[in-house]
């Protein structure tokens, strides 16, 4: 089962200027062949679905360990796609009507995914940077661990790959930061499924074939987390389990030699983590029957009885 904490694996910065176009290239990692959503799917489904997980509990760890991970990136680029369309808070009154006599969507009609305005409020859902539904086609289980090991080993290669890209073709802090981070831990997780290949075969992965060298060292988003050391840390993201893992990454053993360098440690729990950024409400969404107070009154009423 799954405990939720209410925090992001990471602070993203305040976008500088609303960007709906980079907003649905974020998208791509959220909901495209390589993103977030099909790396949660396979891992999750690998997980539930692995036979002998007792006996071959290193490599079940890892992966169980990995799913935990992977719906926490769904939540952190679906948060960068909704601060991205948002924007910086403009400190508009939530609670008035708003103007909307000089149609405030306008510029949405220009954009790729304006679906996203007229049907989620600027919010993100599993879709594509083309708007393209994310499906079950993207997850892969076939019930032996090795070919599923060497599909998320592929499955990471290609997520560093398109977050590159992905990095490529914005400029904002906010979407630099969320693709910076992502490479940082994809470096982590296509490394561990490489040693878990070696060890569960003995082959030489990184003699096997040529594994995309993507240097984090000239990232410069990625330094602050180079220099904490997040490239060598697997976490459990439980207060228990999943310790087994330490198997596999760990005992100064590597199998990608040109990542950067350090001893592998397998962390208790989860990141520190950052705080989620409060999107404002929007009154033209609703407008013109717009009266949240009695709703922001009930809940502040509520709150006050939790305390
Ligand atoms: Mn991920
Ligand atoms: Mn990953």
Redesign the pocket.
């Known amino acids: 089962m799954f405990l939720r904490v209410d925090k992001l694996q990471i602070e993203i910065p305040a976008p500088s200027q609303q960007d709906p176009n980079a907003g649905a290239a974020l998208q791509e990692l959220l909901g495209g062949k390589y993103g977030?959503m099909s790396?949660l799917g396979n891992y999750l489904f690998q997980s539930f679905n692995f036979r002998s997980k007792s006996k071959l509990k290193p490599f079940y760890s890892l992966v169980a360990a990995i799913t935990a991970?992977?719906l926490g990136?769904v939540e952190l680029v679906s948060n960068g796609v909704a601060m991205l369309n948002n924007g910086p808070d403009t400190g508009e009154d939530e609670t008035s009507g708003g103007d909307i006599s000089n149609a405030p969507f306008e510029s949405m009609t220009d954009i790729r995914l304006a679906a996203g305005f007229f049907s989620h409020a600027g919010g993100a859902t599993p879709v594509n940077s083309n708007g393209i539904s994310w499906n079950n086609d993207f997850i892969t289980t076939t019930g032996n661990v090795v070919f599923d090991l060497l599909h998320n080993f592929h499955l990471e290669c290609g997520?560093r790959l398109h977050k590159l890209r992905v990095y490529e073709s914005v400029t904002d802090a906010t979407g630099r930061e969320v693709c910076g981070y992502?490479l940082v831990?994809?470096s982590v997780?296509a490394h561990a499924y490489a040693l878990a290949l070696k060890k569960i075969t003995g082959v030489e992965i990184e003699r096997m074939l040529p594994v995309p060298n993507i240097p984090l060292g000239n990232i410069p988003e990625c330094q602050k987390y180079l220099a904490e050391g997040s490239h060598r840390r697997l976490y459990t993201f439980s207060p228990d389990d999943y310790r087994e893992m330490s198997g596999i990454w760990g005992n100064g053993e590597v199998a990608l030699p040109d990542d950067p360098p350090g001893e592998l440690t397998v962390v208790d729990g989860m990141p520190d983590g950052g705080k989620i950024h409060e999107l404002a409400g929007v009154p033209n969404v609703f407008t013109p029957n717009y009266a949240p107070e009695e709703m922001l009154e009930i809940a502040s009423k509520l709150y006050r009885a939790s305390r």
Do not use: F, N
């Open positions: 977030e790396t991970e992977e990136h997520a992502l831990r994809g997780h």
